[in-house]
């Protein structure tokens, strides 16, 4: 079944640690995105990206890296500047700009 | 700086009402307005997306309206089920990369 893998489900940082979360789709979508849930609200957009080898700053990419070398892969790492990184991250991908998005299961991220 | 609002934060309802759930945005220049719905601790499932051109999407119990000018989406469900209990989100695309900016969400309970 094709869909959007996220892992791991659950992960716990330490301070001045830098963590990565993975997310790979097997839908051949060209765009990808991540976004940051806090409790009780919306979808704040981290990073996104169009096509291989490019994307672009979201509202709230202070703190976070991503890389898109396979057309199937967007990781996103939090690193050690995001101070408050506590947050469940989904991953989402879509065909362009003109078709839904669809998402994976998210991961929960706390701080040890 | 587009924003999006949901109104209200919460809804209950009894088994068999029909409800609507709204959605409004600052900026008009919208490229397509997307409804999610979001079970407790998962990821987004895409409901109905709606092209900046259309006026409203169907899909079985669901319809969803569109109305750029006043800056408002609806979404109806029509005999509602326990089932369709979750939290239900809005998101507007902006007219550049596909930049998505969500609502907070309305979180449904339908009793038996």
């Known amino acids: 079944d094709g869909g959007i893998t996220q892992s791991p489900k659950y992960l716990f940082r330490k301070e001045g640690q830098n963590v990565t979360l993975s997310c790979e789709q097997n839908?051949?979508?060209?765009?990808m995105y991540w976004y940051r849930q806090d409790p009780g609200q919306g979808l704040r957009l981290i990073y996104y990206s169009q096509i291989v080898n490019d994307f672009q700053k979201g509202d709230i990419a202070e703190g976070y890296s991503v890389s898109r070398e396979k057309k199937e892969s967007f990781p996103l790492t939090v690193t050690s500047a995001q101070k408050n990184p506590t947050a469940f991250y989904l991953c989402a991908s879509s065909r362009g700009r003109d078709q839904p998005q669809h998402f994976g299961d998210g991961t929960r991220l706390s701080i040890l | 700086k587009q924003e999006v609002t949901q109104i209200p934060a919460a809804l209950s309802v009894p088994e068999g009402e029909n409800l609507v759930l709204n959605c409004s945005f600052t900026d008009s220049a919208i490229y397509n307005l997307q409804w999610f719905r979001q079970d407790p601790g998962k990821g987004l499932t895409s409901l109905l997306l709606i092209q900046s051109s259309q006026r409203e999407q169907t899909s079985g119990r669901l319809n969803a309206s569109l109305d750029k000018s006043s800056g408002r989406s609806t979404l109806y469900i029509a005999a509602s089920q326990p089932g369709d209990s979750a939290t239900y989100l809005c998101?507007?695309?902006?007219?550049?990369?596909?930049?998505?900016?969500f609502g907070d969400g309305t979180t449904l309970t339908v009793k038996p």
């Open positions: 998101a507007v695309s902006d007219t550049n990369a596909g930049k998505s900016t």
């Open positions: 839908l051949n979508h060209d765009a």
